[in-house]
């Protein structure tokens, strides 16, 4: 009788599992359908729907966090694959679906030991929409300002910009987790107008291409202008300017300030504004060494 029940038990919690992992393909599939897939909607709001469903419904108490983050780990696995998303989303995700899986499992089994599970719903809300930002929805995302300052060879110019570089040379490890791949670079003038068009490959999204317009131009320092892209890059952030400035030109260790100006896209903001800038800052310190180094 109990090897019964345990089976029927073990096929009952397969069941929510399915059917859990249906419920969250479906409302990816709605957020993304509404061009949601950027916001705290996503990476708060699916995992929170995916732990709670599987908090209320498993029948293993002994173990919330373990039935949670099996789920959210198979979501994960299914979203690089049917999904299309690539292999540095997932990385960047899975911290928060689990955070998140972690913190909501937590409280809804403190409030139950208190024998206040009925308030699960009613606690848990305000954290979720909390740390969701509601905000980011109603607001311009504010402008980074990322700069990295170098030193570089002496004799370094600004009319380096005119040759055309190798962006895949001694490209960071950072970058070889799956973001994309700049692959072609054509026109290479620094004139007032010029333009400059990089095309980047992703694995999942195809090749797109960021093109850049010479907005400020002196002896010491060159600005382009973001003027579209259409890469996978702007599902992340939005580009807005790159100022390069050198200076020091009559020492023996001239520098550079590599700028770059974009706006954040993701949210929550919390979150994911210090992992893009931390890639920004490898992304200058990459391109000084390719230009000038």
């Not at 040759?163 to 040379?169: A, F, V």
Request: aromatic share 10%; charged share 20%; glycine share 4%.
């Amino acid at each position: 009788m109990s090897e019964e029940t345990s089976t029927d038990r073990k096929k009952k919690q397969l069941y929510v599992v399915v059917a859990v992992l249906v419920i969250a393909s479906v409302a990816f599939r709605l957020i993304d359908g509404y061009h949601f897939e950027q916001t705290s909607i996503l990476f708060i709001g699916l995992p929170a729907l995916i732990t709670l469903l599987m908090v209320k419904y498993t029948s293993t108490p002994k173990s919330p966090y373990g039935v949670s983050f099996r789920v959210i780990t198979i979501f994960l696995l299914m979203s690089s694959i049917l999904l299309g998303e690539g292999i540095v989303c997932v990385l960047f995700a899975a911290p928060i679906f689990y955070g998140l899986a972690a913190l909501l499992v937590f409280v809804s089994v403190y409030l139950e030991k208190r024998n206040k599970s009925n308030l699960n719903s009613i606690v848990l809300l305000p954290l979720v929409v909390l740390l969701a930002q509601p905000l980011d929805f109603i607001k311009e995302p504010k402008i980074q300002t990322v700069e990295t300052i170098s030193i570089v060879q002496k004799g370094s110019s600004i009319e380096t910009f005119n040759q055309e570089p190798n962006l895949m040379k001694n490209l960071p490890s950072f970058f070889k987790i799956g973001f994309p791949k700049p692959v072609g670079i054509s026109e290479s003038g620094t004139e007032l107008g010029d333009h400059r068009n990089i095309e980047f490959e992703s694995s999942t999204k195809g090749i797109g291409t960021l093109s850049l317009e010479v907005v400020e131009r002196s002896v010491s320092s060159i600005t382009f202008k973001a003027i579209s892209d259409d890469t996978h890059i702007n599902h992340w952030l939005t580009w807005k300017q790159m100022k390069v400035e050198l200076i020091d030109t009559n020492t023996e260790q001239p520098k550079i300030i590599w700028t770059t100006q974009y706006q954040c896209d993701l949210g929550p903001s919390w979150y994911f504004e210090p992992l893009e800038e931390i890639a920004v800052k490898k992304m200058n310190k990459h391109l000084i060494d390719v230009y000038f180094n």
